[in-house]
Structure formats: C-alpha cells, structure tokens
C-alpha cells in the first residue's frame, strides 16, 4: 500500500530562522506531490505541488519544494520563517488511478517571536 | 467564490444519534472526498466520489455512509453516532483523481 511519511510531528524554531520539513512517499510510479498548510482554526490551503518539470516549485508566502525523485522525498522548505507561519504542514500525494489524495500524518511548526 | 461549503461548522451528537454532514462545491467538480483529521494522525480518507451516482470507500468508512446524487452535493451520513467519531470533518473536492483538492472549511463533531 502506498504511504506518506512525514519525519518530524513538531518543529519549534524562532523567526529568521531557516525551516526544511521532510516528506517521503512509497509508490514506484509517477507522482504528483503536493503541500498544504493549515493555520490554526482554519481549513487546509495548497502550499505548492509538483506534476513535472522542474523538481524545485516554488509556492505562496515564501516556500518551495524540491522534489528528488531517487529518494522518493519532496522536502518543504524556507529560508526565513516568521510568527504568521505558525501552522500545520502536510504533505500529499496521489497518482493516475488512484481517485485520491494520501496525506502524511503532518508537522505541527511553531514559529516563537 | 464559495468554492467547497461545509455545514454545520460545529455540532454535539449523543451517542447513538443521526447526522449528515452536508458538503457543496460549486467548481463543478468530478471528484469529491471526506475526510477525517484527529490529532496526530494526519487527514483519513472516510468515503470519495469521483462522479455523480459514483462512490467508494477510503481507509476509514466504518460507521459512515455517503451517496452523490448531484455533481455539486456529497453528504455524509453518521447512522449511530459514537465517541470515536469525535473529529474534525473535511470535505474536499478536486477536478480529477490526480489534480490539487480543495477544502472546506470543516465541520468539529463531539460525540457525547
């Protein structure tokens, strides 16, 4: 069965600093990877997402992806976060055929002032 | 631009009791889906539709049921209602299988 990892449920870092979260999938097809980001009390909102081409995408409010298709991982990234970044982070993937999206278990960021 | 609705935003059920969960989009989208977000433990998907008249179960549908009669409408039905249903609801809807999904805003459920 297909799965999504996420490594890290909780990251704490302070403003300006730099924040790299990692996702890997297990599926030996072709994929589209997505993130999404959910702020507190809120619904979930696409960050970014990969079908092809370029392996870095670039998303909202600052982050990108790289997508490295030998280690099966599509890391989130950005270089200086800030307070207002305090949120969920999940990453997604589905494939043709498969009719849905399987999330990771997502990364709960706090961003200290 | 209302996108994906989701209503009641919040509610508190007896054991035991009935609800649907009512969810639109107005994207005319072919796909939609339900989900279920517990802490820790990430979005499971409970039922999804990939067109009118058309559904299928996802990693978690015990206790639930759903129908789509219309393109835009995928409720979702909780027949017995129990604490183990307490959770964050979504419904998401998506062009196709493969493509980004859109949320609503999610309806809160404790089960009592």
């Known amino acids: 069965a297909q799965s999504v990892s996420q490594h890290n449920h909780h990251v704490i870092l302070s403003e300006a600093a730099s924040l790299e979260l990692g996702c890997n999938y297990s599926y030996g097809g072709t994929v589209n990877l997505f993130w999404y980001v959910q702020y507190p009390g809120q619904h979930l909102q696409l960050l970014l997402k990969y079908f092809s081409g370029d392996p870095l995408v670039k998303g909202i409010k600052g982050f990108e992806a790289e997508f490295i298709k030998s280690k099966f991982s599509f890391n989130l990234r950005k270089p200086s976060v800030q307070w207002s970044d305090t949120a969920e982070y999940f990453c997604a993937v589905n494939a043709h055929g498969w009719g849905k999206l399987q999330f990771g278990a997502g990364t709960q960021v706090v961003v200290t002032p | 631009n209302a996108g994906v609705t989701q209503t009641p935003k919040f509610r508190i059920l007896k054991i035991g009791q009935s609800m649907t969960l009512q969810c639109a989009q107005d994207?005319?989208?072919?796909?939609m889906y339900w989900y279920r977000q517990d802490p820790g433990m990430g979005l499971k998907l409970i039922y999804y539709?990939?067109?009118?008249?058309?559904?299928d179960k996802g990693e978690v549908p015990n206790g639930y049921n759903v129908s789509r009669s219309t393109t835009e409408d995928f409720p979702l039905r909780l027949e017995l209602a129990a604490p183990s249903q307490t959770s964050v609801y979504f419904c998401?809807?998506?062009?196709?299988?493969?493509?980004?999904?859109?949320f609503g805003q999610g309806t809160r459920l404790t089960v009592v």
């Open positions: 998401a809807s998506s062009y196709s299988g493969d493509t980004e999904a859109f």
């Open positions: 539709s990939v067109g009118a008249g058309i559904t």
């Open positions: 994207m005319n989208h072919n796909y």
